[in-house]
Protein backbone atom coordinates (compact mmCIF):
# COMPACT_ATOMS: atom_id res chain seq x y z
CA UNK A 1 0.00 0.00 0.00
CA UNK A 2 2.46 2.28 0.86
CA UNK A 3 4.26 1.44 -2.07
CA UNK A 4 1.25 2.50 -4.46
CA UNK A 5 1.17 5.85 -3.02
CA UNK A 6 4.59 6.65 -2.96
CA UNK A 7 4.53 6.21 -6.76
CA UNK A 8 1.08 7.73 -7.03
CA UNK A 9 2.54 10.94 -5.15
CA UNK A 10 5.95 10.61 -7.56
CA UNK A 11 3.49 10.60 -10.24
CA UNK A 12 1.70 13.86 -9.12
CA UNK A 13 4.66 15.66 -8.83
CA UNK A 14 6.47 14.88 -12.29
CA UNK A 15 3.08 15.71 -13.82
CA UNK A 16 2.88 19.28 -11.67
CA UNK A 17 7.01 19.33 -12.78
CA UNK A 18 5.78 18.89 -16.30
CA UNK A 19 2.89 21.51 -16.02
CA UNK A 20 5.36 24.17 -14.90
CA UNK A 21 8.10 23.51 -17.13
CA UNK A 22 5.86 23.54 -20.05
CA UNK A 23 5.12 27.36 -19.74
CA UNK A 24 9.42 27.83 -20.80
CA UNK A 25 9.07 26.04 -23.67
CA UNK A 26 8.27 28.17 -26.11
CA UNK A 27 10.07 31.41 -24.81
CA UNK A 28 13.48 28.46 -24.56
CA UNK A 29 13.00 28.30 -28.48
CA UNK A 30 12.59 31.39 -29.43
CA UNK A 31 15.12 32.46 -27.13
CA UNK A 32 17.73 30.00 -29.12
CA UNK A 33 16.39 31.31 -32.35
CA UNK A 34 17.03 34.59 -31.88
CA UNK A 35 20.35 33.77 -30.83
CA UNK A 36 21.29 32.17 -34.10
CA UNK A 37 19.50 35.27 -35.76
CA UNK A 38 21.70 37.43 -34.35
CA UNK A 39 25.05 35.56 -34.91
CA UNK A 40 24.33 34.94 -38.51
CA UNK A 41 22.52 38.07 -39.59
CA UNK A 42 25.66 40.19 -40.46
CA UNK A 43 23.93 44.00 -40.85
CA UNK A 44 26.20 46.69 -41.46
CA UNK A 45 29.35 46.79 -39.54
CA UNK A 46 30.61 49.94 -38.44
CA UNK A 47 31.97 48.91 -35.24
CA UNK A 48 33.96 46.02 -36.28
CA UNK A 49 35.53 48.53 -39.07
CA UNK A 50 36.24 50.51 -36.89
CA UNK A 51 37.93 48.49 -34.19
CA UNK A 52 40.61 47.24 -37.42
CA UNK A 53 41.35 50.95 -37.96
CA UNK A 54 42.44 51.51 -34.11
CA UNK A 55 44.44 48.62 -34.59
CA UNK A 56 46.06 50.40 -37.72
CA UNK A 57 45.83 53.60 -35.47
CA UNK A 58 43.38 55.93 -37.03
CA UNK A 59 39.73 57.19 -35.84
CA UNK A 60 38.50 57.07 -39.38
CA UNK A 61 37.48 53.89 -41.52
CA UNK A 62 39.99 52.88 -43.65
CA UNK A 63 37.65 51.30 -46.26
CA UNK A 64 33.90 52.77 -46.92
CA UNK A 65 31.08 51.89 -45.01
CA UNK A 66 28.21 53.27 -47.44
CA UNK A 67 26.73 56.13 -48.31
CA UNK A 68 23.06 57.42 -46.71
CA UNK A 69 21.56 55.10 -44.97
CA UNK A 70 24.71 53.81 -43.17
CA UNK A 71 25.06 57.32 -41.32
CA UNK A 72 28.72 57.86 -42.53
CA UNK A 73 30.41 60.99 -40.99
CA UNK A 74 32.22 62.97 -43.78
CA UNK A 75 35.10 65.71 -42.71
CA UNK A 76 37.89 66.95 -44.76
CA UNK A 77 37.54 63.90 -47.13
CA UNK A 78 37.54 60.79 -44.65
CA UNK A 79 34.84 58.98 -43.26
CA UNK A 80 34.59 58.49 -39.35
CA UNK A 81 31.82 57.22 -36.74
CA UNK A 82 30.00 59.28 -34.53
CA UNK A 83 28.58 57.31 -31.84
CA UNK A 84 31.03 56.26 -28.71
CA UNK A 85 33.78 54.12 -29.08
CA UNK A 86 34.22 51.84 -26.84
CA UNK A 87 31.90 49.02 -28.38
CA UNK A 88 34.92 49.23 -30.97
CA UNK A 89 37.38 48.63 -28.55
CA UNK A 90 35.79 45.64 -27.11
CA UNK A 91 36.06 44.18 -30.79
CA UNK A 92 39.79 44.77 -31.32
CA UNK A 93 41.71 41.86 -29.80
CA UNK A 94 39.12 39.84 -32.20
CA UNK A 95 39.43 41.79 -34.69
CA UNK A 96 43.58 41.44 -34.16
CA UNK A 97 43.13 37.37 -33.84
CA UNK A 98 40.94 37.39 -37.19
CA UNK A 99 43.26 39.59 -39.32
CA UNK A 100 45.74 36.91 -39.31
CA UNK A 101 44.03 34.80 -41.27
CA UNK A 102 42.41 37.50 -42.96
CA UNK A 103 38.88 36.29 -41.81
CA UNK A 104 36.58 39.55 -41.19
CA UNK A 105 35.15 39.57 -37.75
CA UNK A 106 31.12 40.12 -37.86
CA UNK A 107 30.03 41.46 -34.56
CA UNK A 108 27.33 38.73 -33.89
CA UNK A 109 30.04 36.47 -33.69
CA UNK A 110 30.12 38.62 -30.06
CA UNK A 111 26.66 39.39 -29.36
CA UNK A 112 25.38 35.74 -28.54
CA UNK A 113 27.81 35.98 -25.50
CA UNK A 114 26.83 39.34 -24.29
CA UNK A 115 23.07 38.40 -24.74
CA UNK A 116 24.03 34.71 -22.55
CA UNK A 117 25.69 37.27 -20.47
CA UNK A 118 23.06 39.62 -20.29
CA UNK A 119 20.77 36.80 -19.45
CA UNK A 120 22.23 35.82 -16.72
CA UNK A 121 22.45 39.26 -15.16
CA UNK A 122 18.76 39.57 -15.55
CA UNK A 123 18.06 35.92 -13.93
CA UNK A 124 20.62 37.20 -10.90
CA UNK A 125 18.98 40.53 -10.17
CA UNK A 126 15.64 38.70 -9.59
CA UNK A 127 16.88 36.12 -7.46
CA UNK A 128 18.62 38.87 -5.76
CA UNK A 129 15.17 40.36 -4.89
CA UNK A 130 13.63 37.01 -3.63
CA UNK A 131 12.43 35.78 -6.18
CA UNK A 132 11.88 32.21 -7.25
CA UNK A 133 14.22 30.34 -9.87
CA UNK A 134 11.59 29.85 -12.04
CA UNK A 135 10.14 33.22 -11.63
CA UNK A 136 13.20 34.49 -12.39
CA UNK A 137 13.45 33.00 -15.63
CA UNK A 138 10.39 34.62 -16.42
CA UNK A 139 11.68 37.51 -15.53
CA UNK A 140 14.89 37.17 -17.85
CA UNK A 141 12.66 36.35 -20.62
CA UNK A 142 9.90 39.32 -20.17
CA UNK A 143 13.13 41.39 -20.73
CA UNK A 144 14.89 39.37 -23.57
CA UNK A 145 12.11 39.09 -25.49
CA UNK A 146 9.09 41.15 -24.33
CA UNK A 147 10.67 44.17 -24.72
CA UNK A 148 12.93 46.37 -27.41
CA UNK A 149 15.54 44.25 -27.18
CA UNK A 150 14.32 41.64 -28.81
CA UNK A 151 14.91 43.90 -32.17
CA UNK A 152 18.18 44.93 -31.39
CA UNK A 153 19.71 41.63 -30.40
CA UNK A 154 18.09 40.12 -33.67
CA UNK A 155 20.72 41.92 -36.33
CA UNK A 156 24.77 42.93 -36.13
CA UNK A 157 24.28 46.26 -37.01
CA UNK A 158 26.30 49.02 -35.43
CA UNK A 159 23.97 50.99 -33.75
CA UNK A 160 21.98 48.09 -32.52
CA UNK A 161 25.19 46.52 -31.60
CA UNK A 162 26.41 49.57 -29.67
CA UNK A 163 23.10 48.67 -27.67
CA UNK A 164 23.60 45.60 -26.82
CA UNK A 165 27.06 46.76 -25.40
CA UNK A 166 24.77 49.41 -23.38
CA UNK A 167 22.80 46.74 -21.76
CA UNK A 168 25.44 44.66 -20.92
CA UNK A 169 26.57 47.61 -19.13
CA UNK A 170 24.06 48.99 -17.42
CA UNK A 171 22.84 45.62 -15.39
CA UNK A 172 25.81 44.69 -14.89
CA UNK A 173 26.30 47.81 -12.45
CA UNK A 174 22.99 47.07 -11.13
CA UNK A 175 23.92 44.01 -10.39
CA UNK A 176 27.34 44.91 -9.05
CA UNK A 177 25.34 47.35 -7.02
CA UNK A 178 22.79 44.91 -5.53
CA UNK A 179 25.75 42.56 -4.13
CA UNK A 180 29.27 43.55 -3.51
CA UNK A 181 28.55 47.45 -4.13
CA UNK A 182 32.24 48.01 -5.45
CA UNK A 183 32.07 51.82 -6.36
CA UNK A 184 35.38 51.49 -8.12
CA UNK A 185 33.47 48.94 -10.32
CA UNK A 186 30.06 50.62 -10.56
CA UNK A 187 32.39 54.05 -11.75
CA UNK A 188 34.19 52.06 -13.98
CA UNK A 189 31.20 50.75 -15.92
CA UNK A 190 29.64 53.90 -16.09
CA UNK A 191 32.34 55.18 -17.81
CA UNK A 192 32.24 52.55 -20.56
CA UNK A 193 28.91 53.61 -20.63
CA UNK A 194 29.39 56.87 -20.97
CA UNK A 195 32.07 55.97 -23.92
CA UNK A 196 29.12 53.81 -25.65
CA UNK A 197 25.52 55.91 -25.72
CA UNK A 198 25.68 58.89 -23.42
CA UNK A 199 21.94 59.03 -22.83
CA UNK A 200 22.05 55.78 -20.66
CA UNK A 201 25.23 57.29 -18.16
CA UNK A 202 22.26 59.42 -16.93
CA UNK A 203 22.56 55.82 -14.77
CA UNK A 204 25.30 56.95 -12.52
CA UNK A 205 22.70 60.14 -11.19
CA UNK A 206 21.49 56.48 -9.47
CA UNK A 207 24.56 55.62 -7.84
CA UNK A 208 25.80 59.13 -7.36
CA UNK A 209 22.07 60.50 -5.37
CA UNK A 210 22.38 57.01 -3.71
CA UNK A 211 25.81 57.13 -1.94
CA UNK A 212 24.96 61.06 -0.80
CA UNK A 213 22.11 60.47 1.02
CA UNK A 214 23.22 57.34 2.79
CA UNK A 215 23.85 57.61 6.50
CA UNK A 216 27.64 56.93 6.31
CA UNK A 217 29.87 59.41 7.58
CA UNK A 218 31.39 62.28 4.79
CA UNK A 219 34.81 60.72 4.96
CA UNK A 220 33.41 57.39 3.39
CA UNK A 221 31.09 59.34 1.44
CA UNK A 222 34.15 61.16 -0.09
CA UNK A 223 36.01 58.35 -0.67
CA UNK A 224 32.98 56.41 -2.81
CA UNK A 225 32.29 59.51 -4.34
CA UNK A 226 35.70 59.58 -5.55
CA UNK A 227 35.97 55.97 -6.80
CA UNK A 228 32.41 56.74 -8.59
CA UNK A 229 33.56 59.55 -10.37
CA UNK A 230 37.02 59.07 -11.46
CA UNK A 231 36.56 57.02 -14.38
CA UNK A 232 34.10 59.29 -15.52
CA UNK A 233 36.50 61.89 -15.70
CA UNK A 234 38.84 60.05 -17.58
CA UNK A 235 36.54 59.01 -19.94
CA UNK A 236 35.44 62.46 -20.91
CA UNK A 237 38.84 63.72 -21.17
CA UNK A 238 39.36 60.41 -23.50
CA UNK A 239 36.54 61.74 -25.31
CA UNK A 240 37.09 65.47 -25.75
CA UNK A 241 41.03 64.22 -27.29
CA UNK A 242 38.80 61.63 -29.78
CA UNK A 243 36.88 64.32 -30.57
CA UNK A 244 39.27 66.91 -31.17
CA UNK A 245 41.83 64.83 -32.84
CA UNK A 246 39.05 63.79 -35.30
CA UNK A 247 36.90 67.21 -35.49
CA UNK A 248 38.99 69.79 -33.94
CA UNK A 249 36.89 69.93 -30.63
CA UNK A 250 36.40 68.46 -27.82
CA UNK A 251 32.58 68.85 -27.92
CA UNK A 252 32.31 68.07 -31.53
CA UNK A 253 31.55 64.14 -32.10
CA UNK A 254 30.88 65.00 -35.48
CA UNK A 255 27.17 64.69 -35.68
CA UNK A 256 26.61 67.78 -38.13
CA UNK A 257 28.43 66.67 -40.73
CA UNK A 258 26.59 63.32 -40.87
CA UNK A 259 25.42 62.11 -44.44
CA UNK A 260 21.34 61.22 -43.86
CA UNK A 261 18.65 61.46 -45.79
CA UNK A 262 16.39 64.25 -46.71
CA UNK A 263 13.97 63.59 -43.88
CA UNK A 264 16.61 63.19 -41.06
CA UNK A 265 18.39 66.29 -42.80
CA UNK A 266 15.43 68.30 -42.30
CA UNK A 267 14.80 67.43 -38.57
CA UNK A 268 18.43 68.05 -37.96
CA UNK A 269 17.79 71.58 -39.21
CA UNK A 270 15.00 71.90 -36.42
CA UNK A 271 18.49 71.48 -33.89
CA UNK A 272 20.54 68.35 -33.19
CA UNK A 273 19.13 68.67 -29.53
CA UNK A 274 15.59 70.41 -29.34
CA UNK A 275 12.11 70.42 -27.58
CA UNK A 276 10.79 70.69 -31.15
CA UNK A 277 11.23 66.62 -31.84
CA UNK A 278 9.41 65.68 -28.23
CA UNK A 279 5.96 66.13 -29.81
CA UNK A 280 7.61 63.30 -32.62
CA UNK A 281 9.30 61.21 -30.30
CA UNK A 282 6.70 61.39 -27.51
CA UNK A 283 4.32 59.68 -30.47
CA UNK A 284 6.68 56.55 -31.16
CA UNK A 285 6.78 56.34 -27.96
CA UNK A 286 3.48 56.38 -26.21
CA UNK A 287 1.19 55.80 -29.73
CA UNK A 288 2.68 54.60 -32.70
CA UNK A 289 1.37 50.89 -33.90
CA UNK A 290 2.24 48.22 -35.51
CA UNK A 291 1.43 48.99 -39.59
CA UNK A 292 -1.81 47.06 -40.85
CA UNK A 293 -1.14 44.85 -44.12
CA UNK A 294 -3.74 45.57 -46.46
CA UNK A 295 -5.48 43.24 -48.85
CA UNK A 296 -4.41 45.31 -51.45
CA UNK A 297 -2.94 49.28 -52.30
CA UNK A 298 -7.01 50.08 -53.44
CA UNK A 299 -8.49 48.24 -50.28
CA UNK A 300 -8.54 49.27 -46.39
CA UNK A 301 -9.53 45.47 -45.69
CA UNK A 302 -6.77 43.61 -43.91
CA UNK A 303 -5.54 40.50 -44.91
CA UNK A 304 -3.94 37.73 -42.60
CA UNK A 305 -1.86 38.35 -39.94
CA UNK A 306 -3.09 42.03 -40.05
CA UNK A 307 -0.21 43.57 -38.42
CA UNK A 308 3.33 43.80 -39.49
CA UNK A 309 6.32 45.81 -37.59
CA UNK A 310 6.25 49.84 -38.04
CA UNK A 311 10.05 50.26 -39.26
CA UNK A 312 9.48 53.83 -37.88
CA UNK A 313 8.44 52.51 -34.13
CA UNK A 314 6.11 50.65 -31.96
CA UNK A 315 4.81 52.14 -28.67
CA UNK A 316 6.90 50.97 -25.84
CA UNK A 317 2.96 49.28 -24.38
CA UNK A 318 3.13 47.01 -27.55
CA UNK A 319 5.99 45.50 -27.33
CA UNK A 320 6.14 45.78 -23.41
CA UNK A 321 2.73 46.03 -22.00
CA UNK A 322 4.19 45.00 -18.48
CA UNK A 323 5.23 48.45 -17.67
CA UNK A 324 1.27 49.07 -17.47
CA UNK A 325 2.34 47.08 -13.75
CA UNK A 326 3.57 50.91 -12.97
CA UNK A 327 0.51 52.51 -12.97
CA UNK A 328 -1.55 50.18 -11.04
CA UNK A 329 0.18 50.89 -7.91
CA UNK A 330 0.52 54.46 -5.95
CA UNK A 331 4.00 56.41 -5.84
CA UNK A 332 3.70 56.04 -2.12
CA UNK A 333 3.88 52.52 -2.65
CA UNK A 334 6.76 52.83 -4.48
CA UNK A 335 10.53 51.73 -2.36
CA UNK A 336 13.31 54.88 -2.20
CA UNK A 337 15.57 52.90 -4.62
CA UNK A 338 12.93 52.48 -7.09
CA UNK A 339 11.69 56.13 -7.25
CA UNK A 340 15.71 57.32 -8.08
CA UNK A 341 15.65 55.02 -10.63
CA UNK A 342 12.56 55.71 -12.35
CA UNK A 343 13.26 59.47 -12.18
CA UNK A 344 16.87 59.28 -13.40
CA UNK A 345 15.37 57.14 -16.22
CA UNK A 346 12.60 59.97 -16.73
CA UNK A 347 15.58 62.34 -17.35
CA UNK A 348 17.30 59.94 -19.96
CA UNK A 349 14.30 59.74 -21.83
CA UNK A 350 13.88 63.53 -21.67
CA UNK A 351 17.24 63.64 -23.72
CA UNK A 352 15.98 61.04 -25.71
CA UNK A 353 12.94 62.56 -26.76
CA UNK A 354 14.95 65.95 -27.84
CA UNK A 355 17.17 64.18 -29.81
CA UNK A 356 16.16 64.66 -33.82
CA UNK A 357 17.06 60.91 -34.47
CA UNK A 358 13.52 58.43 -34.25
CA UNK A 359 16.09 54.97 -34.13
CA UNK A 360 14.29 54.30 -37.50
CA UNK A 361 14.68 51.50 -38.71
CA UNK A 362 13.87 49.86 -35.77
CA UNK A 363 11.63 47.24 -34.36
CA UNK A 364 9.67 48.88 -31.11
CA UNK A 365 11.71 52.45 -30.10
CA UNK A 366 14.87 51.07 -29.77
CA UNK A 367 16.18 54.16 -28.29
CA UNK A 368 14.38 53.23 -24.67
CA UNK A 369 17.24 50.49 -24.04
CA UNK A 370 19.34 53.60 -22.89
CA UNK A 371 16.90 53.60 -19.85
CA UNK A 372 15.59 50.47 -19.80
CA UNK A 373 17.41 48.11 -17.61
CA UNK A 374 17.32 50.67 -14.54
CA UNK A 375 13.77 51.35 -14.80
CA UNK A 376 12.95 46.99 -15.18
CA UNK A 377 15.15 46.33 -11.97
CA UNK A 378 12.45 49.30 -10.62
CA UNK A 379 9.40 46.80 -12.34
CA UNK A 380 10.75 44.28 -10.38
CA UNK A 381 11.96 45.71 -6.73
CA UNK A 382 8.09 47.28 -7.06
CA UNK A 383 6.77 44.07 -8.04
CA UNK A 384 7.82 42.30 -5.24
CA UNK A 385 6.95 44.55 -2.89
CA UNK A 386 3.96 45.22 -3.61
CA UNK A 387 2.56 41.76 -5.15
CA UNK A 388 5.50 38.82 -4.28
CA UNK A 389 5.47 35.97 -6.69
CA UNK A 390 4.49 35.95 -9.78
CA UNK A 391 0.93 36.05 -11.02
CA UNK A 392 -0.81 34.28 -13.32
CA UNK A 393 -1.66 37.65 -15.22
CA UNK A 394 1.94 39.00 -15.14
CA UNK A 395 3.28 35.57 -16.09
CA UNK A 396 1.23 35.89 -19.29
CA UNK A 397 1.90 40.05 -19.91
CA UNK A 398 6.32 39.03 -19.83
CA UNK A 399 5.76 35.31 -22.09
CA UNK A 400 2.90 36.96 -24.10
CA UNK A 401 4.82 40.11 -25.01
CA UNK A 402 7.80 37.89 -26.13
CA UNK A 403 5.29 36.19 -28.28
CA UNK A 404 4.06 39.13 -30.06
CA UNK A 405 7.17 40.55 -30.81
CA UNK A 406 8.80 37.77 -31.90
CA UNK A 407 5.79 38.01 -34.50
CA UNK A 408 7.00 41.44 -35.23
CA UNK A 409 10.64 40.64 -35.56
CA UNK A 410 10.12 38.40 -38.28
CA UNK A 411 8.61 41.01 -40.22
CA UNK A 412 11.07 43.01 -39.22
CA UNK A 413 14.32 41.57 -40.43
CA UNK A 414 12.78 39.41 -43.67
Same mark, same amino acid.
Given at each position: ???? #? ?9 I? %????G ?11 V??A?G????? +?????? #???S???G?TY????I ?7 V?Y????? &??DG??P ?10 F?? &? *?I ?15 ? =? ?5 A ?5 S ?5 ? &?????I?G??F ?7 S????A????T #?????S?Y ?6 ? &?????L ?12 A?? %???? %? ?6 K?DW?T???? /? ?9 A????G??N?QR ?5 D ?5 Q??S??? +??A?S ?5 F? *??P ?7 ? $??P ?6 S??W ?5 W ?8 ? /?F ?6 L????KR??K?? $?E ?5 IV??I ?5 L ?9 MG ?8 P ?6 M ?5 N ?8 K??L??S??T?F =???T????
Amino acid at each position: MRKI #LNQQSFSKLEIK %FSKKGLIFVVPAVLYIVLIAIGLVGEG +SQQFSL #LANSFLHGHTYFLQSIGGIGQDPVLYHGRVY &WDDGFFPAVILMPFVAFFNI &W *HIFFFQGYIKWIMTLLIS =YLLYKLARKLNFSASDSLI &WMFGFILGSVFIGVDSVSSGWLYAQVVTT #LLALWSLYEYLNKRR &WWLIGLLMACLLLTRIPAAFL %FLFY %FVIVILSKKDWKTKGKQ /IFQLTVFGFMAIILLGLYNWQRFGSPLDNGNQYQLISQSS +SEARSMGIISFD *HIPTNLYTLLF $RAPTPILANSNSWSLKFPWIENNYLGVS /IFITSPWLLYFFTKRWSKYQ $REAKYLIIVSMISLLSLLMYYGDGAIQMGYRYTLDFMPGLFLALMMIYHKNTGSLTTGMKILLLGSGITNF =YLLTTYIR
